[in-house]
């Protein structure tokens, strides 16, 4: 089997274990042409399936079925036909002998197997390996059913019906509307959150009763407001802060303001001693008191 076809239909069948439930070993019912053409093309039945559905496998064949083989065991290469049919599991069918002298058709047995009341579902989960275009063609208006067929050597599985992927698109569209389950982390917060909330809600109706024993209005918790969008400021880690001025520093800076202030004041000069006579050192300079030379 070619590394692209394979990869198709591992994830064909991911999709159906997904949607449908299929698990590991799959019951895969095959028909008696089916067990004809893989010993006509020297193909081992079982190891083939395997390969095919990317998965341990269980054939099953119906008593209808291995009854079709043994009325011809006398045609050729029907021998070993019938050799690989008994190494399959017995599906019983409920189609005895006494009540159906001859075998049904396939389209009829594998009909009253897979879906026996008509309700388009495959319950009991059975992949389908047949030869048997009738009844491939029925089996795609059921939902979910695998198909599987012989074409030149070459196993084939058939990709999903329409039926089928209406089913899956639906499953998955009501996953989305009810979304993800949360994980055991996610719950054990939310049961922390919400026992810290019983516990605030506990204590404010304490609080509440304690208000309204003292005759006055419990106050409501003040609600958020919005922010509404528009421009927005500087990055407030690149503004430099304004430093906050203490008592201390405003006193110094007064301090200096006054220290300036009077070292700004300007001294006024003394007059000039005037030339007619010494100063008698009073410093008017207006003659008075001076004796004669």
Do not use: W
């Not at 004809?36 to 083939?48: H, I, N, T, V, Y």
């Not at 396939?106 to 030869?131: I, M, W």
Request: aromatic residues 4%; charged residues 35%.
């Amino acid at each position: 089997m070619r590394g692209k076809r394979s990869k198709q239909y591992r994830k064909l069948m991911e999709r159906f274990c997904m949607t449908f439930g299929f698990r590991e070993p799959y019951q895969v019912l095959v028909d008696a042409e089916m067990v004809q053409d893989s010993c006509r093309f020297k193909m081992e039945l079982a190891p083939a399936l395997q390969r095919t559905v990317h998965g341990q496998v269980k054939p099953m064949i119906t008593q209808c079925e291995i009854r079709r083989l043994y009325a011809r065991k006398n045609e050729p290469g029907i021998s070993e036909a019938i050799d690989v049919a008994k190494s399959c599991e017995r599906r019983r069918c409920g189609h005895h002998p006494d009540e159906h002298p001859e075998p049904l058709s396939t389209l009829e047995c594998f009909q009253s197997v897979l879906d026996p009341k008509d309700t388009g579902e495959n319950k009991h989960r059975y992949v389908v390996a047949s030869q048997n275009q009738d009844l491939r063609r029925m089996l795609r208006g059921v939902r979910g059913v695998p198909l599987i067929y012989i074409k030149r050597s070459v196993m084939i599985l058939e990709p999903m019906s329409d039926e089928s992927v209406q089913l899956r698109a639906r499953e998955e569209r009501r996953k989305f509307r009810a979304g993800l389950k949360p994980t055991i982390g996610k719950r054990k917060r939310e049961e922390r959150d919400e026992e810290n909330g019983d516990a605030a809600n506990s204590d404010g109706q304490d609080v509440g009763d304690a208000v309204n024993d003292d005759n006055t209005a419990p106050t409501e918790p003040k609600k958020k407001n919005k922010k509404r969008p528009g421009p927005k400021g500087p990055n407030p880690l690149s503004v430099k802060k304004a430093k906050k001025k203490t008592q201390e520093t405003a006193n110094q800076e007064q301090s200096g303001d006054a220290e300036a202030q009077a070292k700004r004041k300007r001294r006024r000069k003394t007059k000039p001693v005037h030339a007619s006579g010494p100063n008698n050192g009073d410093g008017d300079g207006d003659g008075e008191g001076n004796t004669p030379a």
